[in-house]
Structure formats: C-alpha cells, structure tokens
C-alpha cells in the first residue's frame, strides 16, 4: 500500500515557474515507477511525465517536453514535476501515481496508486 500526497501547486503567470512535489508512504518507495499526470476541467486525465524506479528512465508528453521535468529522489520517498515556461494551456489538476513496475507507463491504467492532486493556475 502507498499513499501519495502532492503540493507545490498554485496560480502563475504565463511564463513562470512551479515545483510540485509528491510524498510517499511506505518502505518499498523505489520498487514503483511514478507518474504525473493532469486533468484539466471537461478533459480526460493526461498523461505528463513518467520515471522509472531508479530515475535512470523518463518520459514526457510531447505538450511538456524541453519545459517539465520529473526527477525523484528515492532516499526522501518523494518525486517532483519542476515545470518552467508555463502556458495558460497546462492549467489543470495534477495528479502523481505509483505503478509497482519497473517501467514507467503512460496511460492511467497502468498505475496502482493515486494522490488527491494539486491545483495548477496559469494566467495570461
């Protein structure tokens, strides 16, 4: 069992930066890959980035990529989503998951564990 708690989020403007970090429970944090992923209102969860269990192994959604990345650190049972160069568009809820494999996986379904999610503002 892992329970996942994010923070980090809140309202910037277009342009600027946020660091969402996600806490886990549990001894066996570093035998899950992590995901983060978003939901926007009237949308569908997306996926966002990904990292394996040894952080050796990440994945991005073309939106994000060369502006988010996820980084983790398996000593302090934690991952992170720093996210620069913000854009109105990636408004949303977001949401970090635990998947007990060792590859990270990109769609929702592939994931065992969920967090209550962080609310993401960006202004224009």
């Known amino acids: 069992q892992v329970q996942l708690v994010e923070s980090g989020g809140g309202l910037v403007q277009a342009g600027g930066s946020l660091r969402l970090s996600c806490a886990a429970s549990?001894?066996?944090?570093?035998?899950?890959?992590m995901g983060w992923f978003r939901q926007a209102p009237g949308k569908e969860r997306e996926f966002v980035a990904a990292?394996?269990?040894?952080?050796?192994?990440?994945h991005y959604a073309d939106s994000v990529k060369g502006r988010f990345t996820i980084s983790r650190d398996n000593a302090k049972n934690t991952v992170y989503l720093q996210m620069n160069s913000l854009k109105p568009e990636d408004t949303a809820v977001y949401y970090c998951?635990?998947?007990?494999?060792?590859?990270?996986?990109?769609?929702?379904?592939?994931?065992?564990?969920w967090g209550q999610g962080t609310q993401v503002t960006v202004s224009s």
């Open positions: 549990g001894r066996t944090f570093s035998r899950y890959a």
């Open positions: 998951a635990a998947d007990y494999s060792l590859v990270a996986g990109l769609v929702p379904d592939e994931y065992d564990y």
């Open positions: 990292i394996n269990w040894s952080g050796g192994s990440t």
